[in-house]
């Protein structure tokens, strides 16, 4: 069973167009992430919710919005997309950060985004 | 604001050498764990090794070490005896142990590995 699915793996679609991410985890994790890879490989934080809070909430244009119906699920909506949104959007989760969590950060499969 | 750097852009070694790509971050706190993941063409993130900044033991796994200097704040991964599957992106990381944390992660080292 993978640990954390996220879809679909590739999603080719027109500027201004709206498209979802979905992602689930069966970890039993309390915290998910949406981190955005870009064109140099570089990877950053867009947002992260622990047990459908949000507890992190990068500088990210408000067209991203992330939903999360319980813990196990976190979907990633954007709205009029443009051609820099162009990316690879990966799905995490983890345990909760604290002493002696020793826990790493379980990836999806990634999705890579291409919008013309 | 919390960094980490990986000063190699690119690196190549020798099948069944070995190599060893740095890392440094920058943190005021004195708690957290250190990650390094690969990154194959695949796409997938897989994690080679982590460390507990408590713990003055560096990690191993396998043929994968890691060198852990906290004063310095660095910390490299040794991969020895290189196969071609370890060709890939290397990602250094850490985490602070406070509530809401996440992973911060350098910018990768192009790691490849020549027959």
């Known amino acids: 069973d993978t640990a954390v699915s996220q879809t679909p793996k590739y999603l080719v679609t027109q500027m201004g167009n709206d498209k979802s991410i979905k992602c689930e985890q069966n970890l039993g994790h309390d915290t998910m992430y949406w981190y955005k890879q870009d064109s140099k490989k570089f990877l950053k934080i867009m947002f992260s919710?622990?047990?459908?809070?949000?507890?992190i909430n990068e500088t990210v244009p408000n067209r991203f919005s992330p939903k999360s119906p319980d813990k196990a699920h976190l979907n990633l909506h954007i709205n009029s997309l443009e051609l820099g949104d162009s990316a690879v959007y990966f799905c995490?989760?983890?345990?909760?950060?604290?002493?002696?969590?020793?826990?790493?950060?379980?990836f999806g499969s990634g999705t890579q985004l291409s919008v013309l | 604001a919390q960094t980490v750097t990986q000063s190699q852009p690119e690196m190549s070694v020798q099948e069944a050498e070995t190599v060893t790509l740095s890392c440094t971050y920058d943190?005021?706190?004195?708690?957290?764990?250190l990650f390094w993941y690969k990154q194959p063409p695949s796409r997938q993130m897989i994690l080679v090794i982590r460390?507990?900044?408590?713990?003055?033991q560096n990690a191993t796994e396998n043929r994968f070490s890691v060198n852990f200097q906290k004063a310095a704040k660095s910390f490299s991964l040794k991969i020895s005896d290189s196969q071609l599957g370890d060709a890939a992106m290397y990602f250094c990381a850490y985490r602070l142990l406070h509530y809401g944390q996440n992973f911060v992660f350098g910018p990768g080292t192009r790691l490849s590995v020549l027959p």
């Open positions: 995490a989760s983890s345990r909760v950060a604290g002493p002696k969590t020793n826990e790493k950060l379980f």
């Open positions: 943190t005021s706190e004195s708690d957290y764990y």
């Open positions: 919710y622990n047990n459908k809070e949000l507890i």
């Open positions: 460390q507990e900044a408590y713990k003055q």
